[in-house]
């Protein structure tokens, strides 16, 4: 194979977002669209010479060679297992699902066809981050001791969303657990997690929280710390840093511009890059270059199903954590 | 018309850069392709879903609206004038000419004919360059009393370029010329500039200077510094900085990642983006979207035959003022 | 009174520095100096027009209105007791005793006596963690919600000093959780904290941790995230930053100049301020000054004893948390 | 001598900026005060412990090893020779005199006595333009090729200041000039200037410029470009930057803290040191110190008077410069 022919399961934003990531891509290809509500697939389907078609369909259909997942997340699960017994490649978002006994179960599948499965962690294809890995591979830093990450939103998503959402620690943290884990290097043993409710009191109704600090440890001993919040006025702020027996890494926020105004009153930057998407677009893109690339190559597929599930686990202890005030160890999720 | 289909003569370098563009721009589309080597036209033209063709033909074409022309420098202006004959909408890459003369006796063609022009001085497009110019727009530094433009390449061109590139002042600085202008928002009256050769002794025999120092002056005072030198080991170096009675506005230099590592020397940030068109990417795109959507819509095109001109002027100027070190008033030019 | 005349107990290195700063405040001069070693205390007192008394003969001394105890941690209790009832005004390092229970005693005598104390803990006199309370106290950053505190020693002290020290969370923490209370505007009511071996294995067997990340929630629900490391290859690591319902604020580590350096590997920034006593002077010399000012006018001196007492139950907690992996309400202390 | 004792001729502000560092220098003792004015001296005697005297008492004093010269300009130049006559060190604030004919007659006089002889160009011993010094000196950046400074005050001084001043290139340029050869390493050959008024329309009439681009090469065609303006909003604005064969070195302004509050309008950092006296009191002690140092050491002092001399000739020649409209050899002078 020397082009991959690719369905899209869901045409909602995340996936118009990964369509035009492919149409971007080289030796990539979008042929078939399918979604619950046929304006936006008609759309998509449009914009990049594709054709409108049920899931089915393209699960079926010899000339698609693999699926993008960005339905909701109920159903991510069940597509994958069908995606993976019709022989596709399979690009998922995250999560597999809110649940870890059936992303174990469907991992159980995928593992039994063979099929080639990634999870979408974009954080991890972010060129900043990805240049913290790359320093701390290069031994620029020494061993890895103490990760910290702060994660904040603009703002919370509706009361709706968080209903369904699983929880702050399931929807938010768990893109912090997988870059935990990403430049930890190690697997987290054990969660400490604390969660308020500062943003909104009627997200306390959902139950929910909307602050969070969560710390993990690996079996060494090495320390990560997260900060979450819902709510930052000053935009989205996505901030990681190595502490190392040798240094440091840092990757700073993103602003719109380098520009800074001085005056009476001090000197003023530009705020930073506010939408996920535009903030993590060159992050999306090379997400879809390495998927392409890997089915192309027959190479092994980064972040793997167990990256997905071990970053649920994750999430299943901070919530446990926060609901016992107590550090909970991950052999017991 | 609703789409603008385009014929690109010349595909070497920024002939593709160009293309790229056109292919992400909304209603444009590449047509044709013209160039004298067969190979990179070839290339351009499938790569895009356009055709090769004659320069000739290119003009005569019924299904060409506009010109994209990225031949050499030589021949720019009297492809200007066939094209402002043909009819076609014409984006030229700077200069339109080395020779002031030719430059006004171009633009007289494409007055006499309505001709639509837009000539290529793409940092205006650069989004950081285009914020400092906002924010002067916006009132935040008052009046503009002072403007410094940094502006160093990487490594110097080849001897045999520099030969037939009109020197220094008219090749590379001529690019801080419309961003002073650009900045300024006044036009200078006198030039003042010093050259020197201390990158490569070889270039004092071009002859060329490597190093120089400008400084702009408009009729109200204003006044504009540019710095240029042909070799920055620290990368691609691009800042301009405006003071005003209220204040002043800086874009600092693009690095290749926001990450920074500490250690026992200090803190290290990423080098520069390094290549120009990396670099002004994003500005390469905005020019060609402003282009597109300006021919459209039937608006005044801009930076203008005129800037072109204007540019040239100051360029002139310069060299006159450093060959007989003294200022230079724009009057003689 | 107009100008305050003090005794120094305790010559070492931290009394050194008070008796620069002394030196350099207005209304006050350094009248005596008493030290278990003779030469540390002649020396002082040269350097300054200053006596070498004893202790019990500054206490006693009519033209001693004020004492700094800057002797080893053991005795500052009992020399507290002894000024308050002497009628001296009080100056004591951090921490007043490693046992909660002493200090509580301590302080009710204190009570008592009505005497002045102040408690040293500078950095609450540091120019940027003052202006980033400063921020928070004129509503710029909008409710707290979220403290962060970077808090990395150079390098571990000697194992003999770690023994005595009482723990890295009362030794070093002790530092962080005042600044926890300084900035969150709030008593923390639980603390989470987790601690590692990963500098030297040898502190192990102190035993003691070297690396730790602590939580503290206030009753309203409010965040302090706290990062300590006994190593920090790239200097003295000190920061702060507060998330706030509008806004962020952050006060970033010193440097040892202003000066980048740029060349083919990137751009580096000079190292940290790399030792406490430079680090912190500006702020040595404004508590110094704050305390002399205080007594002069006869108005409350801050830090109390009181903040002396909460920080060090707050250490107290975090190591029964550490110990017991879970966490730990500060009622329980 | 193992102890300096030093007389103050002149109580002014920068007379006071003196006292005080000579009061934190070790070795060196202000043992006299002179000043047109009794109240000034008075003040500054009682202070530091010195005695009131008049000039001539001072200049026979057996017990004063040197003088501070901090008088208005222009009796600088007899003071220097009545102190050179009196065998006395001698400390002068810049200018030596605004008449270089009448700086080159002093020195003379110096260089017959044998005088030592120190000229206040404080910035010198700024640490970060010394920093960037050293780089250059440690072969950090490969041979210094061009110098960019940027010298802007807050504000303007009085008119009746600025008629007094000998104008803007000998009153402000020349610390730049002196910055400008500390950092080419190499001796300005030709000056090229342009002055405009922006600021106030009055100074005009003074007559004077309140903005100004001056450019300076050296024999081997090195470049220096300083930009200045009498007036900054944003404070006081003082950088230099020096671009190498082999890097850059810059030096960026000095703010009130490392401060940096984020809102919806962006971030903004603290604004600039604004006052003289505090952005260079490091400054300012450095240099006693380093007199007091040379002197007692006997080892010869920077900057010297020659490096006074050469300043003013390059305010000299940028003036005429700024007049005739064409760049001036510095042999003209």
Redesign the interface.
């Known amino acids: 194979m020397t082009s991959l022919s690719i369905g899209l399961l869901g045409a909602g934003r995340i996936g118009k977002v990964h369509a035009a990531a492919i149409a971007g891509t080289a030796n990539a290809r979008l042929v078939a669209v399918a979604d619950a509500f046929p304006e936006p697939a008609r759309e998509v389907a449009e914009q990049y010479g594709a054709t409108v078609r049920t899931i089915d369909e393209i699960m079926m259909a010899d000339d698609v060679d693999a699926v993008f997942i960005t339905t909701p997340t109920d159903v991510h699960a069940d597509l994958i297992e069908q995606a993976a017994r019709a022989g596709k490649a399979i690009f998922c978002e995250k999560p597999i699902d809110l649940s870890v006994q059936r992303v174990r179960d469907c991992l159980e599948v995928v593992a039994d066809t063979g099929a080639a499965l990634m999870v979408g962690f974009n954080r991890r294809f972010d060129?900043?981050f990805r240049?913290?890995r790359a320093?701390i591979d290069a031994g620029?830093?020494?061993?890895v001791?103490?990760v910290?990450i702060?994660s904040?939103d603009p703002g919370p998503p509706p009361l709706s969303y968080m209903e369904r959402s699983g929880g702050l620690f399931r929807d938010m943290t768990i893109h912090d657990f997988d870059m935990a884990r990403f430049l930890l290097g190690e697997e987290p043993v054990?969660v400490?997690a604390?969660g308020?409710?500062?943003?909104d009191p009627a997200i306390a109704d959902v139950p929910d929280v909307d602050?969070?600090?969560i710390?993990l440890?690996t079996a060494?001993?090495?320390?990560a710390?997260i900060?979450n919040?819902r709510?930052?006025?000053?935009?989205y702020?996505q901030r990681v840093e190595v502490?190392g027996?040798?240094?440091?890494?840092?990757?700073?926020?993103?602003?719109?511009?380098?520009?800074?105004?001085?005056?009476?009153?001090?000197?003023?930057?530009?705020?930073?890059m506010n939408f996920f998407i535009e903030r993590y677009m060159p992050a999306y893109r090379d997400e879809v270059a390495t998927f392409v690339r890997g089915v192309l190559d027959g190479t092994p597929l980064s972040p793997t199903g167990k990256a997905g599930l071990r970053a649920l686990v994750l999430a299943e202890a901070a919530a446990r954590s926060h609901a016992e005030?107590?550090?909970v160890d991950i052999s017991e999720v």
Chains 1, 2, 3, 4 share one sequence.
């Open positions: 060129p900043n240049a913290v320093q620029a830093i020494g061993d001791e103490m910290t702060v904040r054990s400490t604390v308020s409710v500062l943003v602050s969070a600090a710390t440890v060494t001993g090495k320390i710390q900060s919040s709510r930052a006025t000053y935009g702020d502490h027996s040798a240094g440091v890494a840092r990757a700073e926020n993103l602003h719109e511009s380098t520009v800074e105004v001085g005056g009476e009153h001090g000197f003023t930057r530009a705020p930073l005030r107590r550090t």
